[in-house]
């Protein structure tokens, strides 16, 4: 069997503990936003694009495992792993850093990162989402993007659990 070398996206994953030094070389504006990311979909993918265009770079960290457990999104989720959706992510044209983090918000990454653009999906009111007041207190802008498609991983979860009934 032939031998590749890692893929190149996989550069764009970085642990925490190393993701200052990746901030130095992104062009700004930095724009910032976090999630679990289980079963990536269209309103994903927009959603990333749409984030990526209010600046030069978009980070992009992920909940851990662990972390997405105590999110009560269910026993069995994430349905897929840290690593494999890091992959994924960092595959995207529109992701430039993928990062994770472990707690329950990712309130201290926000600070390490200091992002222009600090972003989350519409189902998130401004004042709401964690850092927004630090980060307009910088000078940056904190953004909610509405929606574009009716689809969440829960969803798709609950579609394939019905079919196997």
Sequence with gaps: MQQFPPP???QKICAPETLAEHLAHLPRPIVFTNGCF???HRGHVTYLAQARALGGSLVLALNTDASVKRQGKGDDRPINGLENRAAVMAALQSVDVVTWFDADTPAD???LV???VLVKG???AIENIVGSQETQARGGKVVSIAF???TSTTQTLAKIREAQK
Excluded: N, R, Y
């Design 8 to 10: 190149e996206f996989e």
């Design 38 to 40: 289980d079963i990536v």
């Design 109 to 111: 990454l926000i600070e």
């Design 114 to 116: 200091k992002p222009d």
């Design 122 to 124: 519409g189902d998130w």
């Design 148 to 150: 574009e498609h009716a």
